[in-house]
């Protein structure tokens, strides 16, 4: 899915949604291309819930629990949950019904 980033925030975000100031957008928008690189798997937990599993390796944890921190105080809708489990990072994202469209947007840029 190409976004162009000024008018989607972080490329899934809607610019309206988002309050991270537009210069910063593409930075942000490539931190997360960069962690999707170490995803695995992707599933769908519910209509609003997206799980993501990612390889433990080189920090993956931190770096996901930092991002997904930053992410929120942004774009406050996202409920970001990161957990490790036996090799593998686990990052649960929520979004309410009404931003589900965002959710779809994120599978998509993982994909």
């Known amino acids: 899915m190409d976004v162009e980033v000024g008018a989607r925030g972080a490329g ?12 910063e957008r593409p930075l942000r928008q490539a931190e997360f291309s ?6 695995r798997e992707v599933d769908w937990v519910g209509a609003t819930r997206l799980r993501l599993v990612l390889d433990e390796t080189g920090g993956i944890e931190g770096w996901a629990r930092d991002l997904t921190a930053r ?14 489990d036996g090799g593998r990072v686990v990052v649960d994202v929520r979004v309410p019904e009404s931003r589900v469209d965002v959710l779809d947007g994120l599978a998509a840029q993982v994909g």
Not at 34 to 39: H, I, T
Not at 71 to 84: K, R, T, Y
């Open 12 to 23: 899934w975000v809607p610019g309206d949604a988002c309050t991270l100031p537009t210069a």
């Open 34 to 39: 960069d962690l999707f690189r170490s995803v």
């Open 71 to 84: 992410e929120s105080e942004c774009c406050s809708f996202f409920d970001f949950d990161v957990s490790s």
